[in-house]
């Protein structure tokens, strides 16, 4: 019976991970924001939560700059 949503994950993972941190600017897409993310192949709040742990990684950002882009297989 202990569960949270993909909403309450992805915030944890996201704004609140950035409160924590100290990092006002960060965990959120909005002007002024570091614009850290990651492009994922799929949307997690529409897939099964029993596949959640299969969405892949596309690509990952820092401060607006691509850090990490999957080779193709």
Do not use: C, F, M
């Not at 915030?11 to 994922?40: H, K, S």
């Amino acid at each position: 019976h202990e569960a949270i949503t993909v909403a309450e994950a992805l915030t944890g993972y996201t704004r609140a991970a950035a409160r924590v941190l100290g990092a006002a600017n960060a965990g959120t897409l909005e002007p002024g924001a570091v614009a850290d993310l990651v492009w994922v192949d799929r949307d997690p709040h529409t897939v099964d939560p029993d596949d959640l742990a299969g969405i892949t990684v596309l690509s990952t950002w820092s401060a607006g700059r691509l850090v990490h882009k999957r080779q193709p297989s």
